[in-house]
């Protein structure tokens, strides 16, 4: 039952996707999400490692950075592309 729902909520998306052709793919936004991201989490790094002084702690912060504002962003990225204005 499960994989049927799956399936079918695969068909969905596909077909929205199809209805849409100005919006971008998801695997994309996720693709841009990993880019900005490793930016992202270097510049907190080193922010960090300045601030606190310890490379082991600023490591620490920057991993849940990276995983936290991954995930917000991919959000933030769909959100965006339902939306009309300035297209």
């Not at 971008?24 to 990993?34: C, F, N, Q, T, V």
């Not at 702690?57 to 991919?74: E, G, M, P, Q």
């Amino acid at each position: 039952m499960i994989v049927e729902q799956m399936i079918l909520s695969r068909k969905e998306a596909e077909s929205n996707f199809e209805k849409d052709i100005s919006s971008e793919k998801p695997l994309r936004s996720i693709a841009k999400a990993l880019s900005w991201r490793i930016v992202g989490t270097i510049d907190t790094l080193i922010v960090s490692y300045i601030l606190i002084g310890e490379f082991i702690l600023a490591a620490s912060i920057a991993s849940v950075d990276f995983l936290t504002k991954l995930v917000l962003y991919f959000f933030h990225e769909r959100l965006w592309n339902k939306i009309k204005w300035g297209r």
